[in-house]
């Protein structure tokens, strides 16, 4: 049988979460465990069943979705919900899955619960964590070769691809997911910055204060500076703890 993914819905308005939890038991992987009109109910609702997905609108009254974030300890994936296109760029920026415009279509909501699947699935369950000095043996733009992992300065997101860059200057695409390099890389050497970019805190040159909370990160070698998420700022504030 497979998994069904715990979730909650958050919007003030009680005939957009009718709606919701209609196609979302049409679609059969979702178990809606809750719901919630306002930030402050959606936080009790999260700390007490730690959902898999939280299903969010961005306006309601008195505090906002993003509000919501930045209240929470947040392990639950995100999804927008909201009949408002201009905080589309801002979802992203916090690492939302996907952002969906009211009244969904219950394709592109198939879509976005696939997106978070494909990321379940490409999990490893049997690899060992990789040591600084290892060296790894690994296709790289369709070449095998040896890399050392301490010569990898960052990893982006590419597609179903992800590219690594490494400190001689070369750059190559990987056919393995985010999830599948946080997991393997050492802690103490690598942090996931965004949703889409893992960075090697050997070659941080400096960190500057972006908009909304965000960061922008500077790295040797790396010519544009990085973006940092608020979500993940707090990890790498505590690993330079």
Not at 45 to 71: A, H, W
Not at 90 to 109: G, I, Q, S, T
Not at 131 to 150: C, G, Q, V
Request: contains cysteine; charged residues 30%.
């Amino acid at each position: 049988m497979k998994k069904k993914y715990r979730a909650i819905i958050v919007d003030d308005e009680r005939l957009a979460r009718k709606d919701l939890r209609s196609l979302l038991t049409e679609n059969g992987k979702i178990e809606i465990i809750g719901e919630a009109d306002s930030v402050g109910s959606a936080v009790d609702l999260i700390n007490q069943y730690d959902p898999d997905i939280i299903f969010l609108d961005v306006q309601m009254p008195g505090e906002s979705g993003f509000d919501l974030l930045s209240k929470i300890d947040l392990k639950a994936r995100v999804i927008f919900v909201t009949a408002y296109d201009e905080y589309a760029i801002r979802a992203f920026e916090v690492d939302a899955v996907d952002y969906l415009l009211k009244p969904v279509n219950p394709e592109r909501l198939r879509i976005a619960i696939e997106r978070i699947e494909k990321e379940e699935s490409a999990r490893p369950t049997t690899l060992p964590p990789l040591s600084y000095d290892a060296t790894m043996f690994i296709n790289i733009n369709n070449h095998l070769k040896f890399i050392k992992i301490n010569s990898i300065i960052c990893i982006q997101a590419v597609a179903d691809y992800s590219k690594l860059f490494f400190t001689d200057g070369k750059s190559g695409l990987v056919s393995k997911s985010m999830t599948e390099w946080e997991n393997r890389l050492p802690q103490n050497h690598f942090s996931r910055i965004h949703r889409s970019t893992i960075i090697n805190m050997e070659y941080i040159l400096r960190v500057e204060e972006w908009f909304n909370n965000t960061y922008r990160i500077y790295m040797k070698g790396i010519e544009a500076p990085l973006n940092m998420s608020r979500r993940y700022a707090a990890r790498l504030e505590d690993k330079f703890g």
